[in-house]
């Protein structure tokens, strides 16, 4: 139940002994226990009730590690599912927009990818401005 402890290993797991089924096997444990927490307190439909402004930290970090483990992992269904969480939960920040646009290119969704790229841009993310610059202005995307 403490998720911090749940973050630690998997991230002992994932950088130090390099066992990255391990390390999501403790980032679902840790989502599991998310939902739990949510659906005890907000019920079932938790997400259009909970106020996400007063969540904690650790609830999108969670989500920030799985897309970008499960990103690694090429497993980019579950990676954008991660980032969509990760952006509902905190939609100022910039990372869940950055991680899904590449996301998005490795699916070869390159519409998709600049919008988000663009939307990170938006938020002060450098490296998203560079992705776009160099991947959808050319094509036509910007709409700047």
């Given at each position: ?41 907000y ?48 939609p ?36 998203a ?16």
């Open positions: 139940e403490n998720l911090q402890l749940i973050l630690e290993v998997a991230s002992i797991y994932d950088h130090d002994l390099d066992d990255k089924e391990a390390a999501l096997g403790y980032l679902d444990q840790a989502k599991r226990v998310f939902k739990r927490f949510q659906t005890s307190s019920g079932a439909a938790f997400e259009l009730v909970m106020p996400v402004e007063e969540t904690p930290d650790i609830y999108f970090e969670i989500f920030v590690k799985r897309a970008d483990l499960n990103g690694r992992l090429q497993r980019y269904e579950e990676a954008v599912t991660d980032c969509n969480w990760a952006a509902f939960l905190r100022e920040m910039a990372q869940p927009y950055l991680m899904r646009g590449k996301i998005y290119w490795n699916m070869q969704q390159g519409r998709n990818a600049c919008k988000d790229w663009q939307k990170s841009a938006s938020l002060g993310n450098n490296e401005a560079v992705l776009f610059d160099a991947n959808c202005t050319a094509t036509g995307f910007d709409s700047r």
